[in-house]
């Protein structure tokens, strides 16, 4: 299974983020403070409910904003799975797959 596309909102620094994969090799590359590490986090979180450090929801939430949304498209041989990360500040995270809720918490 690899990762065919994520879109990240209010993450981070990113007011909004588009990003096209390969099946084989990606890489990142950019200045110091350009923002790679936050989608790297970006990717950990949809598949971990958790920032890799550990960081609060309100801390990875774009300043001023009220909550953050990870968008992704997985496939895996002929199979397409569109995975949502929903995270409001102050209401339950919801993680849905192909527009299925799987989880809320809160």
Known sequence: MYL????????????SCKISCSPKVNCLTGLNG??????????YY???????????D??????????????SNWKKKEQLFHVVYKVPIKKKKVLEINGNTCWQIG
């Open 34 to 43: 350009m923002g790679k590490t936050s989608i790297l986090e970006a990717i």
């Open 46 to 56: 949809l598949c971990m409910g958790k920032s890799h450090s550990n960081a609060l």
């Open 58 to 71: 309100v801390q990875i939430v774009k300043e001023g904003l009220d909550f953050f949304r990870i968008d």
């Open 4 to 15: 065919e596309n994520i879109h990240i909102t209010n993450f981070r620094n990113y007011d």
